[in-house]
């Protein structure tokens, strides 16, 4: 059973990061449908306006009691979140609350601070929202593969990467789930890398597929590093756990840096594709937080 203190911090570790990642599927889905799926699109826009607003309640009540490590992953925010929002936002016309980025900016660790009963209350009613929302969203999700495989609606993402976010929303659900009985999930270190270098595969395979032909050293790289975490994600079946830890921390890093240079580039409007700004930001923080999990591993 987790103390007051751990509760409170890891129910703000998990929901400052997913709650954004959730609103910000949400809306990748929302730009994604055609016009003709319209009210598909204004259920998306429902769906990521609620984890929003979640997401701005949690960011007022993570305002000291936050640790210092996750503030320093930037795997909340990057430097490059708000500019990335609001190119996002201009070029498909879907809103996005960048006050709440503007809060995450300012959010401090307080050494001292004093976790109340009253905090631990607001962050558990915070939990079970989170879940209760989370819960719609993956059926939402899972109906909308479902649909984009019969061939009933079109998207301008893969099928692929609707399952990829829907796996990234369970295991956002599977640790709603523990915290709310006080716990932690148990997951085998050999899992918990295997389902994100998995993760770090399918975002390579994904930046490949989206990239502009023309541009064939970043498809390369890309192509690279989908191999790279391919092979990582076979070796976690007969997992060296060390080993594992270190070759996944430092193919981690290498896609982080690529990452970071492409949502530089597209910020700069030098890179040909079809990735929005903000999905290069998205696939950064999760490597950011990956690499906050890596460090954290204790074997
Ligand atoms: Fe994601
Ligand atoms: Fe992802």
Known sequence: MLSRKDYIQDSLDANLFFQRIMKEHLFFIEVNLKPVDETYIAEANILKKSFEDLLGETVIFANHAVREELLKSNELVTKFTLNAEKITSRLTGASINTNITEAE???????????????????????????????????????????FLDCEIFMGIYPEMLDHLIHEADLYREILKALVNRTLPKKPICDELRFWNHIMEDHAEFIDGMLDPSEKDL??????????????????????????????????????????????????????????????????????????????MKI
């Not at 009253?118 to 649909?147: D, Q």
């Open 105 to 147: 900016y300012a959010l401090k660790a307080k050494p001292n601070f004093e976790y109340t009963d009253w905090l631990e209350m607001k962050v558990h009613a915070i939990n079970c929202r989170s879940l209760n929302l989370l819960e719609e969203v993956i059926e939402f999700k899972k109906k909308l593969l479902e649909l």
């Open 219 to 296: 498809k390369e790289k890309a192509e690279a590093f989908a191999k790279e975490f391919e092979k990582l994600v076979e070796e976690s079946i007969k997992c060296h756990e060390k080993q594992l830890i270190e070759k996944s921390k430092a193919a981690t890093e290498e896609i982080r840096d690529f990452k970071k240079a492409a949502t530089e580039g597209l910020l700069d409007c030098e890179i040909k594709s079809i990735i929005p700004p903000l999905l290069a930001d998205h696939v950064l923080r999760e490597a950011n937080h990956y690499l906050r999990i890596l460090k954290e």
